[in-house]
């Protein structure tokens, strides 16, 4: 299963002068040097003596887990945006959430601590979504914002819609 359970092992480096980092490591290295996760995952993949001949997922990326907190009070479901590997995080270990109470508050609650337990970094962004339970004022719906929230009637999601 590797030094983390499987999530994101992809092994030992192959590089004599490596001797004994994972492959996880090596891309943790190279982000920290200022490598995006694909560029340090293409340099880790380079057969010696180029590299590490690693052959990782972005699971070994540092910081990949992610998700777009879009409330001052929190993450709110009208829009959630998660990254592909917060949603792999989610995925594969949701079972560790089971002790979170869903009653009495909604998904998106639940989801923001599920997501904080399984150590996935939420990324302040409130310009995605205007929303009366965020202390603003979507109508007249005019703003750049992506998402408005809530329109309970087809008239007023309508005339929103519109403008």
């Not at 590797?2 to 891309?27: F, H, K, N, W």
Request: aromatic share 6%; glycine share 12%.
């Amino acid at each position: 299963a590797g030094e983390d359970g499987g999530r994101g092992a992809c092994g030992a480096c192959r590089l004599p002068a490596q001797d004994g980092q994972s492959c996880r490591a090596r891309v943790r290295q190279l982000e920290g040097v200022g490598a995006t996760c694909a560029e340090a995952l293409a340099a880790a993949a380079r057969p010696p003596p180029r590299d590490c001949g690693c052959r990782c997922r972005h699971e070994a990326c540092q910081g990949s887990a992610l998700y777009i907190n879009n409330c001052k009070y929190g993450l709110h479901g009208p829009i959630e945006v998660l990254s592909r590997q917060a949603v792999s995080t989610y995925a594969q270990r949701m079972a560790e959430c089971d002790g979170i109470s869903k009653e009495p508050f909604g998904e998106d609650k639940y989801l923001r601590r599920c997501l904080a337990q399984l150590g996935v970094r939420g990324v302040d962004e409130f310009d995605l979504l205007d929303e009366v339970a965020c202390g603003q004022q979507p109508a007249p719906c005019t703003s750049a914002n992506v998402a408005f929230h809530p329109f309970k009637d087809v008239a007023g999601y309508f005339d929103c819609w519109s403008r």
